[in-house]
């Protein structure tokens, strides 16, 4: 936890942050959220991992303190049971407030904000290239190995236990489909060349096992 919350410091100061007065109290929030009991696959692990891509490809953002700061918030808030796109709007706002009482410049305070909703679809424009990094290092898992994949997948069920088998599926499948209609999953050329197709492999893999244990999403 000392690294993690060594790397959010300087995320946080090379972002602006003013001074070291309630730098490590936020860093510790935000870790006590993403180590939840609820959490099996949105945990610190998930949270290195995003950190870690974007940590070897900075040199593709524009700001990359500010997409640093962005991976930590963007899943702070997460319950299972929310509906729609709420996690990333209370993580977005969680984000603002945290931000702005470490003395961030408003303008920094509102890009991670809007960075943060983008997880929400991870639909990104052209030439947002912080948007695009970040989105990609949230969905790298996706082109992970596939017995990677497959515990991934593992633990999203785990953490939407509380979904009856059929009700999950349906869901999950409705998921799936949408980001394999997505025009690309990646939006970093260079990340996009080694991803795209593993990452749609890994999704047709599982799209198949769901609706071949039960009815076709509606």
């Not at 290195?48 to 040199?59: F, K, M, P, T």
């Not at 809007?114 to 997880?119: A, D, N, S």
């Not at 996009?192 to 599982?206: G, S």
């Amino acid at each position: 936890m000392a690294d993690l919350l060594e790397r959010w410091a300087a995320a946080a100061r090379g972002a602006g942050a003013t001074g070291p007065a309630g730098l490590t109290e936020a860093g510790e929030e935000l870790l006590r959220r993403w180590r939840e009991p609820h959490r099996h696959y949105h945990t610190v692990d998930h949270l290195g991992a995003v950190l870690d891509v974007i940590d070897r490809h900075a040199e593709l953002a524009v700001r990359p303190h500010l997409v640093r700061l962005a991976a930590w918030c963007h899943d702070a808030v997460y319950d299972p049971r929310a509906g729609g796109d709420a996690n990333e709007r209370d993580s977005a706002e969680l984000a603002v407030r945290l931000l702005t009482g470490l003395g961030l410049p408003a303008d920094a305070v509102t890009e991670v904000r809007r960075l943060v909703l983008l997880t929400a679809g991870h639909l990104v424009d052209a030439g947002d290239a912080d948007g695009a990094l970040l989105c990609d290092a949230d969905l790298a898992v996706l082109a992970a190995p596939a017995p990677v994949y497959e515990r991934y997948a593992a633990a999203v069920r785990r953490e939407y236990a509380h979904v009856a088998e059929p009700d999950f599926r349906v869901g999950r499948a409705r998921v799936l489909s949408g980001l394999l209609d997505l025009p690309a999953l990646f939006r970093s050329p260079p990340l996009a060349r080694h991803w795209e197709q593993p990452a749609r492999a890994n999704l047709r893999r599982e799209l198949v096992v769901l609706t071949a244990a039960g009815p076709a999403p509606a």
